[in-house]
């Protein structure tokens, strides 16, 4: 199994290339895949990769999945109408689940990421870091947003994926969603 400082420096090797090479149809989209048990490891570890892509040159930006999904949830037209809905009924995971799945997969995700990424579009040494996939579970994957984004990342992006790499391109998110092989970035780790 490889460690996670080796994934980065592999990875970070990869985005170097794949800004040389500039291919037409290349996006910028690379996965750093890590075993779900290691999740606190990579938020530990954030800080000081951050630091050293800024000592690279990079201008670090991230994207918390975590706080963009609270900030969506806490802000949706219909949290009254939840809130009650779970006071008569606390169990219901299901309906819950739902409701909440719709309020994040309708765009409104998928629209700040677009969104941060046109802020950074221009800036040639711009790098964004995704943070807190996990923060997705139960409501959606990345792999339907990052499908939904394509040909709007135009600066390298990494998502920092809790997951098992299951082939090239296949990735199992969490470790116990389907594989899927939906994805058009580069994988490294896993």
Known sequence: MSSLKADFNELMERIKQGREFGHASFEPIFYLVFPPHQILNVKRETPAWMH???NEGWEVETFSIAEHVADIIEKAPL???????????????DKTNASLANAISNGALQARIEAKLAELDGKPKAILLVTDLEALHPYTRIGVIEGKLQGKFHVPTVFFYPGVRTGKTRLKFLGFYPDDGNYRSV???G
Not at 79 to 93: E, F, S, V
């Open 52 to 54: 050293r892509l800024r």
């Open 79 to 93: 949290r009254k109408i939840w809130l009650a809905a779970d006071q008569k009924a606390p169990l219901a995971w």
């Open 187 to 189: 994988h490294v780790g």
